[in-house]
């Protein structure tokens, strides 16, 4: 009985695999990725708006699996802003939704509110996925402006600065 049922899991397993050997999809992929210039050059434009706008931030790009790339943190942000603009670029391209949407999805109440409780997530304006040809490229967060939609609109200044730059 033991043999016949080992035989048995051995035909499931080879059954299970033969799609994945006789497929005829490619091994490997292609992504597309900012260059750490055209990173510095989205953070730059982010940090610079919000100088205009009076206020002192942080500003993060992050890759996107949610890696950083670059960090920027004018002289008076407080200590809490790198780290708070980062978890929320990382939040948007590891939800695949801006943070300022993720509010709303995420109310109390709603079904998902569950997750403002996981680990480096940040559910406040301010993460925005940069995306380019139907693909996430990046995230860009930024924290230390008065309220999520302030740092918002200084997080899609960045971007604006390097869509010229983008494949769409």
Same mark, same amino acid.
């Given at each position: 009985?033991?043999?016949?049922? /080992?035989?048995?899991?051995?035909?499931?397993? %080879?059954?299970?695999?033969?799609?994945?050997?006789? /497929?005829?999809?490619?091994?490997?992929?292609?992504?597309?990725?900012?260059?750490?210039?055209?990173?510095?050059?989205?953070?730059?434009?982010?940090? %610079?708006?919000?100088?205009?706008?009076?206020?002192?931030?942080?500003?993060?790009?992050?890759?996107?699996?949610?890696?950083?790339?670059?960090?920027?943190?004018?002289?008076?942000?407080?200590?809490?802003?790198?780290?708070?603009?980062?978890?929320?670029?990382?939040?948007?391209?590891?939800?695949?939704?801006?943070?300022?949407?993720?509010?709303?999805?995420?109310?109390?109440?709603?079904? %998902?509110?569950?997750?403002?409780?996981?680990?480096?997530?940040?559910?406040?304006?301010?993460?925005?996925?940069?995306?380019?040809?139907? /693909?996430?490229?990046?995230?860009?967060?930024? /924290?230390?402006?008065?309220?999520?939609?302030?740092?918002?609109?200084?997080?899609?200044?960045?971007?604006?600065?390097?869509?010229?730059?983008?494949?769409?």
């Amino acid at each position: 009985m033991s043999n016949a049922l /080992s035989r048995l899991a051995a035909a499931a397993f %080879a059954a299970a695999l033969a799609p994945v050997a006789w /497929s005829a999809e490619p091994a490997t992929f292609t992504i597309k990725a900012l260059t750490p210039e055209t990173a510095v050059k989205a953070a730059t434009a982010a940090l %610079a708006k919000c100088r205009a706008d009076g206020y002192q931030v942080a500003v993060s790009i992050v890759d996107r699996s949610g890696l950083e790339q670059v960090v920027l943190r004018d002289r008076f942000a407080g200590a809490h802003t790198p780290e708070t603009a980062t978890n929320k670029a990382w939040t948007a391209v590891s939800f695949r939704t801006n943070t300022t949407e993720l509010v709303k999805l995420t109310a109390t109440g709603q079904s %998902a509110s569950g997750i403002r409780n996981l680990p480096r997530v940040v559910a406040v304006g301010g993460g925005v996925m940069i995306e380019a040809g139907g /693909s996430i490229l990046a995230g860009i967060g930024v /924290s230390g402006a008065p309220g999520g939609d302030a740092d918002d609109v200084c997080a899609r200044a960045g971007i604006k600065a390097i869509a010229d730059s983008l494949e769409f």
